[in-house]
């Protein structure tokens, strides 16, 4: 089991642009969240999927968008892109009926926004 | 809302002696709580979770932690340190049943000195 997978692991971009972020989720796992964790920062939630649908979103503005795929995956989309968006993304994978008591992390997506 | 303080953003302690993490949470009722670690460049790896069973929760690596209503704390602790524990170190709460996302401490950088 290749558990939660994220890519690319580092992205630089130019402030304005657009990103997009992948995760698959653990074998057996149907929830995907996302997280943003600043430097120096704890991870702040953005948003968590499941069954294709946004469940709960964090406090983050429309600019942050996601999806996900019948095979649990998901993508995490960024707009307009700002400096302050530079960041380790993490995702985060769970099977429904557990919740966040089983909930894994990928390594992460290191977005450098310049 | 939910809310997590974690005293001490960096802790130093010798090798072979007592790490304590201290961590308190605010919330209207007793939420479901974590620790991550976090090594450098890393993703999250959960240590121990409290899930409204045994207030005294055993995780890996050593690592234990004990949830007090009464005081609103989580604090973690490991009897004797090893240099391999030198990491960043999150607690973190979500609501009973745990399927909402997570809200994360600020962290706490702990340094193990020879």
């Known amino acids: 089991d290749a558990g939660v997978t994220q890519s690319p692991t580092h992205l630089i971009k130019t402030r304005g642009q657009q990103v997009t972020l992948r995760c698959s989720p653990k074998s057996g796992h149907d929830t995907v969240s996302w997280y943003q964790q600043a430097l120096g920062q704890g991870p702040q939630f953005i948003f968590q999927y499941y069954e294709e649908e946004e469940r709960q979103r964090g406090n983050f503005p429309d600019r942050f968008s996601g999806h996900q795929f019948p095979n649990y995956s998901s993508e995490l989309n960024v707009n307009a892109l700002l400096l302050g968006d530079s960041a380790l993304y993490l995702c985060?994978?769970?099977?429904?009926?557990?919740?966040?008591?089983?909930?894994?992390f990928g390594q992460g997506t290191r977005l450098t926004v310049v | 809302a939910q809310s997590v303080t974690q005293l001490g953003s960096h802790v130093s302690v010798s090798e072979g002696a007592l790490v304590l993490l201290r961590c308190n949470y605010s919330s209207s009722v007793p939420p479901y709580l974590f620790w991550y670690v976090q090594y450098p460049n890393q993703g999250l790896q959960l240590l121990l979770k409290?899930?409204?069973?045994?207030?005294l929760v055993k995780g890996i690596n050593g690592f234990e932690a004990e949830f007090k209503k009464s005081e609103t704390s989580f604090h973690l602790t490991k009897p004797s340190a090893h240099m391999s524990d030198a990491a960043e170190y999150f607690c973190?709460?979500?609501?009973?049943?745990?399927?909402?996302?997570?809200?994360f401490g600020k962290g706490t950088h702990l340094i193990i000195q020879p």
């Open positions: 409290y899930t409204s069973a045994a207030t």
């Open positions: 973190a709460v979500t609501p009973v049943g745990g399927a909402d996302g997570l809200t």
């Open positions: 985060a994978s769970s099977f429904t009926g557990l919740g966040n008591t089983e909930a894994f």
